[in-house]
């Protein structure tokens, strides 16, 4: 036991961990490099190859978006409406709520061509479409999970069980930030509630705690207790932290503790966001065309906000942003919910790849757009609604070296399994880091004897989405 813990105490206390993580002395000047007000794009980390994006924009639908409405069309489920599924097809057949004798629910929306390249999409995503040129379609999407908690932990952290770290926490890790008065890892949350695998979704598990998503609010005080209280100006404020901050580093010193370098970088960095962030938040500042592209309204947090937001902050240096919408989950009320939900993000979302183009900032800027699963081509909750489904969905990429204008997979005529060019969430995540310089597999984290990565001991990255 000794043996071990001096182990693991040594490699909290190796130099890599200590220019990393720090955050003072060696530390701190590293993380200084780091700034473009400093010395410039040429100083970020060194890469496994040479990167086709240097940030990620990932707008996370909740709840799974039905792909049968949204994007992948079968008019053979139309046909089929109201019969039950072929036994071959559900034998063994595992679902969350259903059974495997539930019937066929048709579309329920009209699907259309756009752009010059013809990519389907339903009817719901008519601004999608205009910039369905922009982006990449995969429509061969599979997960291991079919319930909401462990499913978006697989998808954001390459596992079901809690405690590993998000996508948005590798990302940091490997690359840092270019921003110095900001978190290089962002989060927003918009529709009815946060999502089903909490704080796990962005956390940083057994990484350093500085590597977790900072959760922002697109309204009033971007992070809460921003402000300083009344009576407590800046010069006390001042005092205060260069106390605290030297009785952590005094702990430091004498113990090692990695959190504790976290926790004064955390002092530092909310100390530099009091003057950074309100202005960072305020829209107000935006042209009334740019407002009008995303629909937002300053002052009314929404998922528009989050986007223009997104845009505000990949702008300033911030390596992740995160935008949340947990909406999706329609057992019941499949019609007026994606009505309604895509009413709210189809704008925004489309929105975001306009403005990121116009702005020369799409080239090296990955968005992706997906949730963690999608639905049943079965009905469930009468005649209008469809179960959890992780045999096959739907996600959408653009910018960042993405090929723009591809459909990559096909599903069956009935939407349930994948029939051509399958990619699981390891593989989407491989590829994500590859499309930021990293080597998926060389990307590790040495804890309990064995080396941790984002993608476990699986991936491939998808080489057909790569321009």
Same mark, same amino acid.
């Given at each position: 036991?000794l043996?071990?813990?001096l182990t693991?105490?040594?490699?909290?206390?190796?130099?890599?961990w200590?220019l990393?993580?720090?955050g003072?002395g060696?530390?701190a000047?590293?993380?200084?490099?780091?700034?473009?007000?400093?010395?410039?794009?040429e100083e970020?980390?060194r890469?496994?190859h040479?990167?086709?994006?240097?940030r990620?924009?990932?707008?996370?639908?909740g709840g799974?978006?039905s792909h049968?409405?949204l994007?992948?069309?079968k008019?053979?489920?139309?046909?089929f409406?109201g019969?039950?599924?072929?036994p071959e097809l559900v034998?063994?057949y595992?679902?969350?709520?259903?059974?495997?004798?539930?019937?066929?629910l048709?579309?329920?929306?009209a699907?259309k061509?756009?752009g %010059? /390249?013809?990519?389907?999409? =339903?009817? !719901?995503l008519?601004?999608?479409?205009e910039? $369905?040129?922009d982006? &990449?379609v995969?429509?061969?999407?599979?997960?291991?999970?079919f319930?909401?908690a462990?499913?978006?932990?697989m998808?954001l952290?390459g596992s079901?069980?809690?405690?590993?770290?998000?996508?948005?926490?590798?990302?940091?890790?490997?690359?840092?930030s270019?921003?110095?008065?900001l978190?290089?890892f962002?989060?927003f949350?918009?529709g009815?509630k946060?999502?089903?695998?909490? %704080? /796990?979704?962005?956390?940083? =598990?057994? !990484?350093?705690s500085?590597?977790?998503g900072? $959760?922002?609010r697109s &309204?009033?005080?971007?992070?809460?207790f921003?402000?300083n209280?009344a009576?407590?100006?800046?010069a006390?404020?001042n005092?205060?932290?260069?106390a605290i901050?030297?009785?952590?580093?005094?702990?430091?010193?004498a113990?090692g503790d990695p959190?504790?370098?976290?926790?004064i970088?955390a002092y530092?960095?909310a100390g530099r966001?009091?003057?950074?962030?309100?202005e960072?938040?305020?829209?107000?500042?935006?042209t009334?065309e740019?407002?009008?592209l995303?629909g937002?309204?300053?002052?009314?947090?929404s998922?528009?906000?989050?986007?223009?937001?997104?845009?505000?902050l990949?702008?300033?240096?911030?390596r992740?942003?995160?935008l949340?919408h947990?909406?999706w989950?329609?057992h019941?009320?499949?019609?007026?919910g994606?009505?309604?939900?895509c009413?709210?993000?189809?704008?925004a979302s489309?929105a975001l790849?306009?403005?990121?183009?116009r702005r020369?900032?799409l080239?090296?800027?990955?968005?992706?757009?997906g949730?963690?699963?999608?639905?049943?081509?079965?009905v469930?909750g009468?005649?209008?609604?469809?179960?959890h489904?992780p045999?096959?969905y739907?996600?959408w990429?653009?910018?960042g070296g993405?090929?723009?204008?591809?459909?990559?997979?096909?599903s069956?005529d009935?939407?349930?399994?994948?029939?051509?060019?399958?990619?699981?969430?390891?593989?989407?995540?491989?590829?994500v880091l590859?499309l930021?310089?990293?080597?998926?597999?060389?990307?590790?984290?040495?804890l309990?004897g064995?080396?941790f990565r984002l993608?476990?001991v699986?991936g491939?990255?998808?080489?057909?989405?790569?321009?």
């Amino acid at each position: 036991m000794l043996s071990h813990f001096l182990t693991e105490r040594q490699h909290l206390l190796n130099r890599r961990w200590f220019l990393r993580d720090c955050g003072v002395g060696l530390g701190a000047i590293a993380l200084a490099a780091l700034a473009p007000e400093a010395h410039g794009a040429e100083e970020l980390p060194r890469t496994h190859h040479k990167p086709k994006a240097k940030r990620v924009i990932y707008l996370f639908m909740g709840g799974a978006p039905s792909h049968l409405e949204l994007f992948d069309h079968k008019p053979q489920l139309a046909k089929f409406n109201g019969t039950l599924p072929p036994p071959e097809l559900v034998k063994n057949y595992r679902a969350a709520f259903i059974s495997p004798n539930a019937k066929l629910l048709g579309p329920k929306f009209a699907f259309k061509k756009y752009g %010059n /390249s013809g990519t389907e999409l =339903g009817e !719901l995503l008519p601004h999608l479409g205009e910039v $369905v040129d922009d982006i &990449a379609v995969v429509r061969s999407m599979t997960t291991d999970a079919f319930n909401h908690a462990p499913a978006q932990i697989m998808a954001l952290t390459g596992s079901q069980q809690f405690g590993r770290p998000s996508v948005g926490a590798w990302v940091t890790y490997g690359l840092g930030s270019e921003s110095k008065n900001l978190p290089g890892f962002v989060v927003f949350s918009s529709g009815s509630k946060g999502p089903s695998g909490g %704080n /796990s979704c962005w956390g940083s =598990g057994f !990484l350093p705690s500085s590597h977790a998503g900072t $959760v922002f609010r697109s &309204a009033g005080d971007p992070v809460l207790f921003l402000s300083n209280p009344a009576g407590i100006d800046r010069a006390i404020q001042n005092d205060s932290l260069d106390a605290i901050n030297a009785l952590n580093r005094k702990r430091l010193d004498a113990v090692g503790d990695p959190e504790i370098g976290a926790r004064i970088s955390a002092y530092e960095m909310a100390g530099r966001m009091q003057a950074s962030a309100p202005e960072l938040t305020d829209l107000s500042k935006e042209t009334k065309e740019t407002l009008a592209l995303y629909g937002a309204e300053p002052g009314k947090p929404s998922f528009a906000n989050n986007c223009l937001l997104a845009r505000r902050l990949i702008e300033r240096g911030v390596r992740f942003v995160q935008l949340f919408h947990e909406a999706w989950d329609h057992h019941g009320g499949l019609t007026a919910g994606l009505k309604a939900e895509c009413g709210k993000t189809d704008r925004a979302s489309a929105a975001l790849v306009k403005d990121l183009k116009r702005r020369g900032l799409l080239d090296d800027t990955l968005v992706i757009w997906g949730g963690e699963f999608g639905r049943t081509p079965m009905v469930q909750g009468g005649d209008d609604g469809r179960d959890h489904h992780p045999n096959c969905y739907s996600v959408w990429l653009a910018g960042g070296g993405v090929k723009p204008g591809l459909v990559l997979g096909a599903s069956d005529d009935l939407g349930f399994n994948v029939t051509e060019d399958k990619v699981h969430v390891h593989d989407l995540n491989a590829t994500v880091l590859h499309l930021l310089g990293i080597d998926h597999t060389k990307l590790t984290y040495r804890l309990q004897g064995r080396d941790f990565r984002l993608t476990d001991v699986h991936g491939t990255v998808v080489d057909k989405l790569l321009m």
